[in-house]
Nanobody
Framework: HVRLVESGGGLVQAGGSLRLSCLAS????????IAWYRQAPGKQHELVAR???????STADSVKGRFTIAKDNARNTVYLQMYSLKPEDTAVYYC????????WGQGTQVTVSA
């Protein structure tokens, strides 16, 4: 059973930092491109950052220069390091494959106060 479990969210003031973790099962990280997505209330999922099987990364324009994605294959974990957080970054953050499957996890809530 393929699973991705997110953690690390929380409440932070604007300008603060958080690091999210995504623990993957099996060989997901070496077999797939993994991405972090976020969903704010009333909005669709937005792709925030992705990392390929080979480790190439890219980020959305809305977070470029503030968020970085990385992975540790030995730990089966993908990270999203977030700096200079803004209130508009408030959302539930999910990891999933890219393209995404409909098997979304529970996500982790990130709330940025002004």
């Amino acid at each position: 059973h393929v699973r991705l479990v997110e953690s690390g969210g929380g409440l932070v003031q604007a300008g603060g930092s958080l690091r999210l973790s995504c623990l993957a099962s099996g060989n997901m990280l070496t077999a797939n491109t993994i991405a972090w997505y976020r969903q704010a209330p009333g909005k669709q999922h937005e792709l925030v950052a992705r990392i390929t099987r080979a480790g190439a990364t890219s980020t959305a324009d809305s977070v470029k220069g503030r968020f970085t994605i990385a992975k540790d294959n030995a730990r089966n974990t993908v990270y999203l390091q977030m700096y200079s957080l803004k209130p508009e970054d408030t959302a539930v953050y999910y990891c999933n494959t890219d393209p995404y499957s409909n098997n979304w996890g529970q996500g982790t809530q990130v709330t940025v106060s002004a």
